[in-house]
């Protein structure tokens, strides 16, 4: 079987594209990490939102949660999903 120029240049390519792509995710990262140290040491106030979504986390309705935290703040269903477990983390690490 032969590997033609095209199909290598292909591979190369996509290979480049997905280099690209783990490094502005590492950078995203970052910048998160960043921001949220900026808005604890300015007192920046929590959004309103999470009061709500405690409650209903509170009350076992994990899924619900995660309905509103997508719909409100525009997430995905993997981001709607860890913004929920992070604020369960922040509710064991206080009790």
Sequence with gaps: MEINL???LFLIVVLCI???VLKINRRVKGIKY???QLSKQNNVPENPINDELR???SKGEDI???KIARKTLG???LEGK???DDLKLEKNKII
């Design 75 to 77: 997430l995905s269903l």
């Design 64 to 66: 619900k949660a995660e």
């Design 55 to 57: 409650e209903l986390i």
């Design 18 to 20: 997905l280099s690209a």
């Design 82 to 84: 860890q913004y929920v």
């Design 34 to 36: 960043i921001l949220d």
């Design 6 to 8: 095209i199909e290598i």
